[in-house]
């Protein structure tokens, strides 16, 4: 089998069954906001593309995990970089809220995710399981699905113009998830995913992206924790 043909599969088994689903599950209001919904099937459905990320990348593109984890870096550098990414993510939604958000103002639904955030912290169990492996396997899933798809296609043409065009569309693509918390929540993380993206492209490792969601998520979390409930 050809090289780029192994390469196309292995971003349509990520970007179909996983990506795509998620959109339209958002778009049409499907999203099971429920503590059986999100701590089982979309916990279950994250293994999966983790399984699947796994098995294609070692037997389908015959790669090692390291592909993810250039070793030019290091655990202090990834540090740094996820804190700057941090930054550069709480920069991007303060500047979203007094511009687009104000141009383009939407009134996305969030009553069911405020529920279902009520009963998990009224539940210290559930509160740990959140805090902790829910977020480190969701955002863990989520950084290395992105690198997976970008390096399947910097490899489909190897040249500078080809792997930016392939950050960008990553990005807009990607993006399309937030697709609920209408415009302003697309061009926030529009703008993030191309961060993300292009540290990737710099460094070849997963590590900052994957600290940085981890603490955005957890102080998020935190601030609902203390300043809503």
């Known amino acids: 089998m050809k090289k780029s043909i192994r390469n196309i599969i292995a971003i349509s088994v990520i970007v179909i069954p996983f990506y795509l689903t998620a959109i339209l599950d958002k778009a049409f209001g499907e999203v099971d906001f429920s503590i059986d919904g ?4 979309y916990l279950l459905y994250t293994f999966l593309g983790l399984l699947t990320i796994y098995f294609t990348n070692k037997y389908l593109l015959n790669k090692k995990l390291k592909v993810f984890a250039s070793s030019k870096g290091s655990f202090i550098i990834d540090i ?4 700057l990414l941090l930054i550069f993510i709480f920069f991007i939604m303060s500047l979203g809220n007094i511009t687009y958000g104000r141009w383009l103002p939407t009134d996305p639904d969030r009553e069911n995710i405020v529920n279902i955030l009520k009963d998990i912290f009224s539940d210290p169990t559930y509160t740990i399981f959140l805090l902790g492996p829910f977020i480190w ?3 863990g899933f989520m950084a290395i699905s992105r690198a997976f798809i970008l390096n399947n296609l910097w490899e489909l043409k190897p040249n500078k113009t080809w792997a930016w065009t ?3 569309i990553t990005a807009m693509f990607c993006s399309l998830v937030q697709i609920n ?3 302003p929540g697309m061009l926030n993380w529009f703008f993030i995913f191309l961060a ?3 540290l990737y492209y710099k460094y070849r490792r997963v590590y900052p992206i994957i600290i940085a969601g ?7 979390l935190i ?5 809503v409930l």
């Open 38 to 41: 999100i701590f089982g099937m």
């Open 80 to 83: 740094s970089l996820a804190f």
């Open 137 to 139: 396997v969701t955002e």
């Open 166 to 168: 392939s950050i960008v």
């Open 181 to 183: 918390n209408g415009i």
């Open 196 to 198: 993300t993206n292009t």
């Open 214 to 220: 981890i603490l955005l998520q957890t102080i998020e």
């Open 223 to 227: 601030g609902f924790w203390v300043y």
